[in-house]
């Protein structure tokens, strides 16, 4: 893993939103994690989350097109798991966020041959804590493309964004009926090769386009929520017990669903 972020990276992360961070890992170590998302992908079947969450399935509708989706892949996958919960890639993001993270949930976002594009969204609104530091990192297992649906973000629009969430629908410029100012910034694509990875803030705005190919486009990617932050009220991805035990403005620190990097 190459885990040297320059200070141009950093200052660019903090005025963008974004960054690209280029041969994040290498050939290898591609391959190694692609084995285990794909392990992990396969022994869930049609089940969006890996260990609960039976109400969650694959169905026919648009946003099932979007892209295949499966989440907290390291609950059931040690590969995955030393990937995403690594301390090397913990120290990224603090020198990112200058805050320390834990875990909220990992996805795999495999868009498939003639995919639907992913709509142009924020990613905080959708999560149990509100926080202006929230981080997703996003890798590419293979090439992202503008042909296939590589990500684009808008830069500077996390300086611009509430809480207020438009959804991932058809219409991929609903945010910026929520967010009018933001169809004012010139968006930026970031075509990706194999081991390319990007980070961006869970208020910066981002969307990726339609895969007009026939091959797969598949990214692991993996959403950290600041250590302290609180609960919203907001289920998103907690397991029915941990979400019943839960009242607005309790602090988020499970060590077990939601470990310290
Ligand atoms: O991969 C995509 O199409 C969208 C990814 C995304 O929204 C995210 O990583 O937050
Ligand atoms: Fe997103």
């Not at 893993?1 to 290898?28: A, C, K, W």
Request: charge should be negative; charged fraction near 20%; include cysteine.
């Amino acid at each position: 893993m190459n885990t040297d972020l320059t200070s141009e990276q950093i200052e660019s992360y903090q005025r963008d939103g974004f960054v690209l961070h280029r041969n994040f890992l290498n050939p290898q170590e591609v391959q190694e994690l692609k084995t285990g998302v794909m392990e992990a992908v396969e022994s869930m079947g049609r089940r969006k989350v890996s260990t609960d969450r039976a109400d969650m399935v694959d169905g026919e509708k648009y946003y099932d097109k979007v892209f295949t989706q499966r989440l907290n892949l390291w609950r059931i996958n040690d590969c995955v798991k030393s990937y995403m919960l690594s301390p090397e890639l913990g120290s990224m993001l603090e020198s990112l966020e200058n805050t320390k993270f834990r875990m909220w949930h990992d996805q795999a976002l495999i868009k498939e041959p003639f995919g639907n594009p992913t709509a142009w969204h924020l990613d905080n609104p959708y999560w149990s804590f509100y926080s202006k530091n929230a981080v997703s990192i996003w890798i590419a297992l293979e090439p992202a493309t503008l042909e296939n649906g590589c990500m684009w973000f808008s830069p500077g629009s996390h300086r611009l964004a509430r809480y207020d969430n438009s959804g991932i629908g058809q219409n991929l410029a609903d945010l910026f009926n929520v967010y009018p100012e933001m169809a004012e910034i010139d968006p930026v694509a970031v075509p990706m090769q194999p081991g390319d990875c990007s980070f961006h803030n869970g208020l910066t705005a981002h969307g990726a386009g339609a895969n007009m190919t026939r091959g797969r486009r598949i990214a692991m990617t993996c959403a950290y929520m600041p250590e302290g932050s609180t609960f919203n009220g907001q289920r998103n991805i907690l397991p029915d017990s941990y979400f019943n035990s839960l009242t607005v403005g309790d602090t988020l620190e499970n060590d077990d669903w939601n470990p310290r990097l």
